[in-house]
């Protein structure tokens, strides 16, 4: 049987994919793409297992099982989801701010931060055009990037005017709990119809996160360091963080608000 997962080139998701392979039950075919555009395809039943934004879950629950045991998570910092900005976060009332268009959890995060925890209401959020991104770097935004892009300016600007506000730390900070970025979520349909095999992807996956996290000899210092900045478990205290994100989501209109969530079992 053959497996349609969903894959994020991002280094942060390094220990799912590295030396993940089809054994017997099923044959893995991966299709590439951005958080956003796998949220797309697992949505519409091109994919039928992946990594997507947590985001995107409370806005389709009753297609997905969540798959236990596992995420993207970030204490106290991400490193690589942050607002590129010259000035202080104070002086984006009444700006524009930009955001690439790969995941909208984090837009949603920002939304969130700027209106309850700075308490600035009337700035507006607009998804920048691939032209304007070098731009709005060099000019110092306001621009909200993810990924490898965010890790690599997060550097860039380590020691200069411009800033790279660290959406995770903010909102640590903010509340002392942990931020649940992304979640693996299964199609219920194709769960229900093929659970034995998918059980099977499910421990095959589980243990090699731990394999990756012990032993990731083709990566940098740098990036061994900056995987282990993450949380790949799902505990009660990433669940927790994960519904006070949906319940403040929620009052700001981008999802419904949800207490619990589904797991292939």
């Keep these: 049987m053959n497996i349609l997962v969903g894959k994020t080139p991002y280094l942060n998701a390094f220990p799912f994919y590295n030396g993940l392979q089809s054994e017997n039950g099923y044959c893995i075919d991966y299709v590439e793409g951005a958080p956003s555009a796998l949220n797309e395809m697992v949505r519409k039943g091109k994919i039928q297992i992946s990594l997507i934004s947590s985001l995107e879950y409370s806005k389709a629950p009753d297609q997905y099982f ?28 009444g700006r524009e701010i930009f955001f690439v268009r790969d995941s909208f959890t984090s837009v949603a995060l920002l939304d969130i931060l700027l209106k309850e925890k700075f308490e600035i209401k009337n700035s507006t959020l607009s998804p920048a055009d691939q032209g304007d991104v070098e731009k709005l770097i060099e000019t110092g935004g306001p621009l909200l990037v993810i990924g490898d892009l965010a890790l690599a300016l997060r550097r860039r600007f380590q020691n200069s005017e411009t800033h790279f506000y660290d959406l995770g730390t ?49 990566l940098s210092e740098d990036e061994k360091k900056y995987i282990l900045n993450f949380d790949y478990g799902l505990d009660l205290d990433i669940l927790q963080g994960l519904f006070l994100f949906y ?19």
């Design 170 to 218: 903010l909102w640590w900070e903010w509340l002392k709990m942990p931020f649940c970025f992304a979640l693996w979520v299964v199609r219920k349909d194709f769960y229900e119809a093929n659970r034995e095999q998918v059980n099977k992807f499910i421990s095959a996956l589980k243990d090699n996160v731990q394999k990756n996290l012990i032993n990731s000899s083709s």
């Design 247 to 265: 319940e403040r989501a929620a009052k700001l209109g981008w999802t419904k608000r949800l207490k619990n969530v589904e797991f292939a079992k």
């Design 66 to 93: 969540v798959l236990p045991g596992i995420s993207i998570a970030a204490r106290e910092e991400s490193q690589s989801v942050g607002l590129v900005w010259k000035r202080r976060i104070e002086d984006l009332a």
